[in-house]
């Protein structure tokens, strides 16, 4: 016997469910008998595909029994079975990419957690909602020695070897006093019919019920032990859409997702003809926790001919789409078919790319509060599909949504072209880190003062990157407009008159400020600010922030320009200021403060400091 931690995070999620925070006890059941059917799908393929596992009278099913003398429920199915290694990685501790956010994420209200379990898949350990110990009986098919798992909730499990006969587990569950409802026949079978009703396998009951013969005084009441499959056993994806009822397909989600919370879409096809295969996809109403991880987990299942083959392969789906869960089942993919065979397969290729228009189709047809939950969950990952998927780039150009200077909420390209400049034809766009910077920043004053909208886009690390690329949507071309001129009533003959006549105050502030700045230079984007900062967009390494941003480094510092207001007041009395000391102060505070109004931080904050100081104080 070995004795073994939990895992500190399944400690934590152990003792939610030992105090059935969780409202909804009985998918416990669901959760034990969808993983006794992955089991099963294991087995099934190795004993389809391996010589050393083909039994010719095996068949695949899960036993529920329900002995309600000693007050305890047992899931047995005949799979691939686990050894001690599997206990100890799949039941001690949780490998799904996630968890420590998951558990930081807890908060202590019962309510509120409820919600993040359920979006975070319980598994296996919502049996101790209902159950003061449990013992996990398995044996790997291909192995010898069998295994008992045992706990009882708290932070230890032991691992003791014992004898099995064949492969597959029993899950033994010792249920609480007052979790006994869990041992009636009737009770079981209706959670049974309502989450599991489709599961392929089938689902047998086990029980005793009592059994009367003769008559009168000579009657006679036995218990007597019965068996009864109470599911279909028939994979939903694989019957006609007009056979399933819509509350069929949200619990087939819910099994699907180990989850509470109902799909925001799905999608059901069957595609006949050269090829044949059918897919059910789900769109998840919450994001995964693992979205923007690197080992994301994949929510597709791959069948061939209703057997299963993975559900661990990245290739299924583009990677974002990685949120989106469901079954893709082939007719034509071989049986045998092999990791590195899946990514170079030509049909699977087909599949791919006809799920992808299909699964873009549904999500571009959302509206209202439905497509407001989409954008709220999935619009970065939808830039990230702009930058990565050139064939569907323009579908996605119609679901992205960005925030705007002019319009309240997030708007799509089609609704800014269509209150756009239909003569001039574009789309004018700033990125930064921050809304509330950019919503605030000298370079849209220009813009505002013209009525002109401005999308204001503020996931800097990936619109850096993937907006440029863009090019145009509907032949409107995309400006960033701090590499544009601004918006200008002025003449061009009146815009040199301006230059001339300030030329020696830019020039002299260019002096001071040396090589901070490459140029200094008079503005016409300015109404209200004296003083703004843009990047030199001619400067070649302007050009290869994506570039670098791909492989992870940092984009070396891109020379800045000082635009200076000849309007504002302060840029007037500059002009005609004496005072050497002070101008220097002065030209330095115009290109911190710049710096500051565009999210950036002065090269020398006890120098800016120092000067706002001094300049105080002449001023008192």
């Known amino acids: 016997m070995a004795k073994h931690q939990f895992q500190t995070e399944i400690g934590q999620l152990l003792k939610l469910m030992t105090h059935s925070l969780y409202s909804n006890k009985e998918i416990f059941i669901r959760e034990l008998v969808s993983n006794s059917s992955d089991a099963i799908d294991k087995f099934n393929y190795l004993s389809l595909t391996d010589e050393q596992f083909k039994q010719e009278d095996w068949i695949g099913q899960v036993s529920i029994g329900l002995d ?62 209902v159950a003061d110990r449990v013992d996990v009986i398995t044996k790997k098919a291909g192995e010898e020695q069998a295994y008992k798992f045992t706990t009882n909730g708290t932070g230890e499990f032991e691992i003791t070897p014992v004898t099995k006969d064949s492969h597959g587990t029993v899950i033994y569950m010792k249920l609480k006093e007052d979790e006994k409802e869990f041992l009636g026949k009737s009770r079981v079978e209706k959670v049974v019919k309502k989450y599991s009703d489709h599961i392929a396998y089938p689902i047998v009951i ?14 006679v009441t036995t218990k007597v032990k019965r068996s009864e499959q109470v599911n279909a056993a028939t994979a939903l994806w694989t019957l006609p859409k007009s056979e399933i009822k819509e509350e069929e397909y949200v619990e087939f989600y819910k099994s699907l997702s180990h989850g509470d919370e109902e799909p925001l879409k799905y999608l059901h096809n069957k595609v006949e003809g050269s090829q044949e295969f059918t897919t059910l996809f789900y769109i998840p ?90 954008t709220s969950q999935y619009n970065k990952v939808i830039k990230e599909g702009i930058y990565m998927d050139q064939t569907n780039k323009d579908i996605l150009l119609d679901i992205v949504r960005y925030k705007s200077s002019t319009e309240e909420g997030l708007v799509s390209l089609e609704s800014y072209v269509s209150r756009g400049d239909s003569e001039k034809k574009e789309i004018y766009y700033i990125t930064g880190e921050n809304e509330q910077v950019l919503r605030n920043s000298p370079l849209l004053e220009a813009y505002k003062k013209a009525s002109i909208e401005v999308l204001i886009m503020d996931d800097k690390e990936i619109d850096e990157i993937v907006t440029p690329m863009i090019g145009s949507y509907n032949e409107w071309s995309l400006k960033d407009i701090t590499s544009i001129d601004a918006p200008d009533s002025k003449t061009q003959e009146e815009k040199e008159e301006i230059n001339k006549e300030f030329k020696s105050l830019t020039d002299k502030i260019k002096e001071v400020l040396g090589d901070e700045v490459k140029e200094v230079k008079i503005s016409t984007r300015l109404t209200s600010s004296p003083s703004c900062v843009l990047k030199d967009s001619s400067d070649p390494m302007a050009g290869m922030a994506a570039m670098f941003a791909q492989m992870g480094q940092d984009m070396p510092e891109i020379p800045l320009i000082l635009e200076i207001n000849p309007d504002h007041a302060m840029i007037q009395k500059l002009d005609k200021l004496e005072d050497d000391s002070l101008f220097g102060d002065l030209s330095w505070i115009l290109l911190d403060s710049a710096k500051l109004s565009e999210g950036l931080e002065p090269k020398d904050k006890g120098a800016f400091s120092t000067r706002i100081a001094n300049l105080a104080t002449k001023a008192l």
Not at 207 to 218: A, L, N, R
Not at 313 to 330: A, C, Q
Request: net charge negative; no cysteine.
């Open 285 to 374: 109403k919450t994001a995964p926790m693992d979205l923007y991880r690197a080992d994301y987990q994949s929510g597709i299942k791959l069948y061939v001919k209703r057997v299963f083959i993975t559900d661990d392969d990245k290739e299924l789906l583009p990677p974002y789409l990685r949120f989106v869960k469901g079954i893709i089942d082939s007719e034509d993919l071989p049986l045998n078919v092999s990791r590195e065979i899946l990514q170079e397969n030509r049909i699977l290729a087909n599949i791919k790319q006809n799920s992808v228009k299909k699964i873009l189709r549904e999500i571009k047809k959302l509206e209202g509060e439905d497509s407001e939950t989409f």
């Open 206 to 219: 086990n029980f005793e019920e009592d059994e009367t013969t003769g008559e009168g005084e000579d009657a």
């Open 68 to 129: 309600s003398k000693d007050g305890s429920l047992t899931i047995a199915d005949n799979g691939l079975g686990m050894n001690e290694d599997d206990l100890i990685n799949h039941l001690g501790t949780i490998a799904k990419s996630g968890t420590k956010s998951f558990v930081e994420n807890l908060t202590g209200d019962a309510q509120k957690d409820s919600n993040l379990i359920g979006q975070f898949g319980v598994g296996f350990y919502s049996v101790f909602m």
